[in-house]
DNA sequence: ACCCAGGGTCATA
DNA sequence: TATGACCATGGG
């Protein structure tokens, strides 16, 4: 959960070493985020980028979290009002709030980060201008083909997603370089 | 000396 | 409701 805030436009790595700083200060956890001075919080965020700003969104996360019950309290939650809880904290928006949901939770959500639109982009079965709701309902009806269980579905949801980060740099970034890209075969650029 | 990384909020018009 | 500024580090 905590990575998911800090990952925030952010490239993994980094958020590594925040999360390592705070390990070592014995700090991660909700308390012991909230117990620390925030420019001591935001010391320790710093590999990570944007700290003064993640500092606070990780204490109103934390601040939530707790008065939510922490994880015992939340596992009960339906996924509605989980996500609506999510989303009310300042800090967190729809892809960290569905992050938190699947890999935390195991709540069947699927995550639309960037990586996923550019992809999809280049597919072209996505114009780029969907909202980010519209795309999730698309995509995650379309995964949930022939699947009933939900748990199956959850693990179909994380592992999709979890490819698609993986992959998700070798994909170019602008059309004109599309030629290199890996997804050269469907791409509508490519074949022009 | 660039560009980029698994976003989100806030101020404008 | 729709853009744009802003946040800030580390790797390529």
Not at 45 to 51: E, I
Not at 86 to 109: K, M
Not at 123 to 145: K, N, P, V
Not at 168 to 189: N, S, Y
């Amino acid at each position: 959960m905590v990575g998911a805030v800090l990952t925030q436009n952010t490239a993994w790595t980094n958020v590594e070493r925040a999360i390592a700083n705070l390990r070592a200060a014995k700090a991660l956890s909700a308390t012991r985020i909230l117990a620390a001075p925030i420019e001591t919080l935001a010391q320790r965020l710093m590999p990570a980028g944007y700290f003064n700003v993640k500092a606070r969104r990780l204490r109103n996360f934390c601040e939530w979290y707790l008065a939510a019950g922490e994880y015992r309290g939340l596992r009960r939650w339906d996924t509605a009002r989980l996500r609506a809880g999510l989303l009310s904290v300042n800090g967190v928006g729809p892809e960290t709030a569905d992050d938190i949901l699947l890999y935390a939770f195991h709540r069947p959500v699927f995550v639309i980060d960037a990586y996923t639109r550019r992809i999809l982009s280049r597919l072209g079965l996505a114009a780029g201008d969907e909202t980010y709701e519209s795309l999730r309902r698309h995509i995650e009806q379309d995964l949930a083909q022939g699947i009933n269980d939900e748990q199956a579905l959850v693990n179909v949801y994380n592992e999709y997603h979890a490819l698609i980060v993986r992959h998700g740099k070798e994909v170019c970034r602008t059309r004109p370089r599309c030629e290199f890209c890996v997804l050269r075969a469907g791409c509508p650029a490519a074949a022009a």
